[in-house]
């Protein structure tokens, strides 16, 4: 059986959304849990709600609005994705690499991934922004990969290099953009866990000592498209709220994570915009 998610759908869907939007973006970012607000930078939006868009993945997370937002920010065309969808929400990893890969048929070569993480390093506090240096792809190691199947030379290689997924002058761009506006940033290393259990005070420990500075539930899958499809990447963390051990106070709630948020967004919409100004 031919498999649905392939090179033809993903371009008959750019097709779709140059039709209804014209402009072809030069940069994606995708929006993490609460982040919907940092869109509100983008001028003369076209939105596409992702329901008018064929076997796009559809979040039904509180937090994730759902919708392909295409317009100007800091005088770049941006693709923005408000909202993304999650592996515990049934979808195969193929299906949550979806939309990367049709940025990629839209000609999309820079991509900014965020999202709302669980401080890991006791130094964080919630409503900091962590750039993202690497990643531990713990779901991945145990086989779960979008790159899982026959591989499509024109999308990417068969085994792409992920030394550098992360991609280091981007890097060092939003180093020199948090420097100038006054944005504290935090760096460090996500690790992915599927969810949606919130890791237990052992969990907490092993990902620490395996040296990952902030936990979430996404992302990682997007970055391993993009890279296949020889994207450069910028990853941002909002760190939305600290993890708990054994004996500390307090319980970590998805309420809790949308509300960090409301706080985040501002920060990370001053960072994006400077970034993509100078990129």
């Given amino acids: 059986m031919d498999e649905p998610w392939s090179r033809p759908l993903y371009q008959a869907i750019a097709a779709l959304i140059r039709e209804k939007v014209g402009p072809v973006p030069e940069v994606g970012i995708i929006l993490g849990s609460g982040l919907g607000a940092v869109a509100e930078a983008v001028k003369e939006p076209k939105t596409i709600p992702y329901g008018a868009l064929p076997c796009w993945p559809l979040p039904r997370v509180e937090g994730h609005k759902g919708e392909l937002i295409i317009g100007r920010w800091a005088n770049r065309t941006v693709a923005v994705l408000s909202g993304r969808s999650h592996y515990y929400e049934g979808y195969s990893m193929a299906e949550l690499a979806l939309p990367v890969r ?10 900014i991934v965020t999202n709302a993480a669980g401080g890991l390093d006791p130094g964080f506090k919630p409503g900091d922004i962590m750039l993202i240096t690497d990643h531990i792809n713990l779901v991945g190691m145990a086989g779960l990969s979008p790159l899982r199947g026959p591989n499509d030379g ?6 792409p290099d992920m030394t550098q997924a992360y991609d280091p002058g981007l890097g060092n761009l939003a180093r020199r953009v948090a420097r100038a506006r006054n944005i504290p940033l935090r760096e460090g290393v ?9 890791e237990t005070p052992a969990d907490i420990r092993f990902l620490r000592l395996i040296g990952a500075d902030a936990v979430g539930m996404s992302t990682v899958p997007e970055v391993v498209a993009a890279r296949h499809g020889n994207m450069r990447i910028l990853g941002l963390s909002g760190i939305s709220n600290v993890a708990h051990l ?3 106070e307090g319980e970590t709630t998805h309420e809790e994570v949308i509300a ?3 706080v985040l967004g501002p920060r990370l919409r001053d960072l994006i915009g400077g970034i993509l100004e100078q990129m």
């Avoid at 940025?103 to 991509?111: D, E, I, N, S, Y």
């Avoid at 024109?154 to 085994?159: A, E, H, K, S, T």
């Avoid at 996500?190 to 919130?198: I, S, T």
Wanted: aromatic share 10%; glycine share 16%.
């Fill in 102 to 111: 049709v940025l990629q048929a839209l000609g999309v070569t820079h991509l």
């Fill in 154 to 159: 024109l999308l990417g290689p068969r085994f």
């Fill in 190 to 198: 996500y690790v992915m866990c599927a969810g949606p259990a919130y």
């Fill in 246 to 248: 054994a004996g500390s």
């Fill in 260 to 262: 960090a948020g409301r």
